[in-house]
Nanobody, 123 residues
Framework: QVQLVESGGGSVQAGGSLRLSCAVSGFTDDGSIGWFRQAPGKEREGVAALDTGGIIRDYADDVKGRFTISQDNAKNSVYLQMNGLKPEDTAMYYC?????????????????WGQGTQVTVSS
């Protein structure tokens, strides 16, 4: 059974940084891990993703240059370093695991989800 547990969310001022962590267990297949976010009243959107082979990275256009996704296989964890945070980055952030190997930013490509961690950026 795949389990994902996010941590590291919080409240910061605009321009600040946060590092989100996703602890992954039970996911032994080749595939991808993605970070998604959902703000109130909006659809869930892909933020960043990587393939478990460590070759492919993909980012949403509005986070490129500010966010970095990485993994630590020894710790079975995936991270999202977020710098230069903006108020519009405020959302619940989720990590997800899926079998697609090209690091998609499409939620339907992921079958296992964490409970989320809240990120709030004030102006």
């Amino acid at each position: 059974q795949v389990q994902l547990v996010e941590s590291g969310g919080g409240s910061v001022q605009a321009g600040g940084s946060l590092r989100l962590s996703c602890a992954v267990s039970g996911f032994t297949d080749d595939g991808s891990i993605g970070w998604f976010r959902q703000a109130p009243g909006k659809e869930r959107e892909g933020v960043a993703a990587l393939d478990t082979g460590g070759i492919i990275r993909d980012y949403a256009d509005d986070v490129k240059g500010r966010f970095t996704i990485s993994q630590d296989n020894a710790k079975n964890s995936v991270y999202l370093q977020m710098n230069g945070l903006k108020p519009e980055d405020t959302a619940m952030y989720y990590c997800a695991a899926g079998l697609a190997r090209w690091a998609p930013l499409i939620a339907s490509r992921y079958h296992a989800w964490g409970q989320g961690t809240q990120v709030t950026v004030s102006s």
